[in-house]
């Protein structure tokens, strides 16, 4: 029953998103297609069979049972319905084809053109109603690197303190987000040991990265996390010991701990064997009925018991404490935040649209010319329902963010100049305005049926990809 509920809150959660997207961008078709005097024989959410449709006007507005998509038919126009019974016939002023080139370029991208608007809107509420919130870069005097993860193998190591991504100064871990680190060559300046190093990411970084996500913590494998208790629930090893939430885990197995990942690491190593382990306590946690401590230092009681981990259902050994919390990880580390008038926050999320954009053309680039591959970066519905269910189940600002990164890859990938897609029908008008005559109905029509056979294709390969990793 638990199983049948999570699918069908996922599945709810992905429907909402895909009908807002395509709502918007058939909505942009749609508008301009009334304003420049185009009649719209239908505006349809979703593909056959209808489960509801209405006609009001000229228009009939359908919701289909195929929730992957929707379109708006507009007389005379060859689009994906394939539809050629007003060819023969002279063109009717309220034609899609009887129009002035530049307005039916605009018709056309106009679904593209509002899902960009509707992303940077979103991004730009996130901003205004929450603020941003981030810890400095400069606050954190280290690093933990994992091994075996990408950065590890582009040079960097425990203990470095990054000072520059991509010659740029580093000022918040977001310059360490995938999306962050899609230029042409990735570098990272690092200090250590007094001196400065610039390290050079690999050619397939995102490859790497996609990889390495489904074996390490993070996609580079750089973190900061130090080893405090977020909780220690009772009844586990931990909270037996003694060990509460806000101690510090200073050492395990006789060796000390400065990051969270450390500790993990250390646990593992042990077997399972009982392990002696050494905490601080802060004398603000300082309680009554506290036990003695085995010695007491300028940063509070120290702590120590020998704890025999469990093992977790993924086989890993574990003492029952939890990660600090982002409230923890601010106070330990400072944090800063800034507010934004309604007329900022257009701007950031206008600017957080254009890269975001930029990264996804970026992303595509490189799976073209082969840098990266294919099967590893592109991900299909099955992949798009994961991460929008996991957004939602995190709260409304983390759902709203996805569908505006969605937005926008719908975009872009609308624009792309195939046949069936608006770049593809972008394509004829172009071609139309400069030559002054529009390519036969003959080759429209085989385009329109070679680029819906290919897109078909292509989805099937993107739902298998995402069938064979999970």
């Not at 999570?6 to 997207?21: E, F, G, Q, R």
């Not at 024989?41 to 006609?55: A, K, M, N, Q």
């Not at 690491?265 to 401590?293: K, V």
Request: net charge negative; aromatic share 8%.
């Amino acid at each position: 029953m638990e199983l049948l509920l999570s699918i069908v809150t996922s599945t709810a959660w992905v429907l909402l998103a895909l009908t807002i997207l395509v709502f918007i961008h058939e909505l942009g078709h749609f508008l301009t297609a009334k304003y420049f005097g185009m009649r719209v024989e239908r505006f349809s959410i979703g593909f056959p069979p209808t489960v509801f449709g209405r006609r009001m006007g000229e228009t009939e507005y359908v919701v289909g049972a195929t929730p992957l998509g929707g379109y708006v038919k507009i007389s005379g126009m060859i689009d994906e319905n394939l539809d050629t019974e007003h060819i023969e016939a002279e063109p009717e002023p309220h034609e899609f084809r009887s129009k002035p080139v530049w307005q039916r370029i605009i018709v056309i991208t106009a679904g593209v053109i509002f899902n960009v608007f509707l992303a940077a809107l979103i991004f730009a509420g996130i901003k205004w109603s929450t603020g941003e919130s981030y810890i400095p870069a400069e606050n954190i005097e280290s690093i933990y690197v994992e091994e075996s993860s990408v950065a590890y193998n582009m040079g960097l190591r425990t203990g470095d303190e990054i000072a520059a991504v991509n010659g740029n100064a580093f000022e918040t871990f977001d310059q360490l987000n995938p999306g962050a680190l899609l230029a042409d060559t990735l570098t990272v300046t690092v200090a250590r040991n007094g001196e400065t190093e610039t390290l050079v990411g690999p050619r397939d970084i995102m490859t790497q990265m996609s990889r390495a996500s489904q074996t390490v913590g993070s996609p580079l494998g750089i973190s900061f996390t130090p080893p405090l208790v977020g909780a220690a629930p009772e009844g586990r090893p931990a909270a037996e010991a003694g060990l509460r939430t806000g101690d510090r885990v200073v050492h395990v197995a006789g060796d000390s701990i400065r990051f969270w990942q450390e500790m993990a690491e250390r646990l593992q190593e042990t077997g399972g064997a009982p392990t002696p382990i050494r905490w601080l306590r802060a004398d603000s946690l300082q309680c009554e009925g506290d036990p003695e401590p085995m010695a007491r230092t300028a940063q509070g009681a120290l702590y120590e018991a020998t704890i025999t981990p469990e093992q977790g259902d993924d086989g890993r050994y574990l003492i029952g404490v939890a990660a600090p919390p982002t409230e923890m990880l601010a106070a330990e580390f400072g944090q800063r935040t800034r507010t934004f008038s309604p007329g900022e926050a257009l701007v950031a999320g206008t600017a957080e649209t254009w890269s975001y954009a930029e990264n996804i053309v970026v992303s595509l680039k490189r799976i073209v010319v082969g840098r990266d591959s294919v099967r590893d970066n592109l991900g299909g519905p099955v992949r798009i329902a994961q991460v929008t269910s996991q957004a939602a189940s995190a709260g409304a600002v983390n759902f709203w963010r996805i569908v505006a990164i969605l937005s926008i890859t719908l975009a872009i990938m609308n624009i792309l100049p195939i046949p069936a897609l608006d770049g593809g029908q972008l394509v004829f008008l172009l071609y139309e305005g400069i030559t002054r005559r529009p390519p036969s109905t003959r080759v429209r029509l085989i385009a329109q049926q070679v680029g819906m056979l290919l897109l078909l294709g292509f989805m099937i390969f993107l739902i298998f990809n995402d069938i064979l990793r999970l």
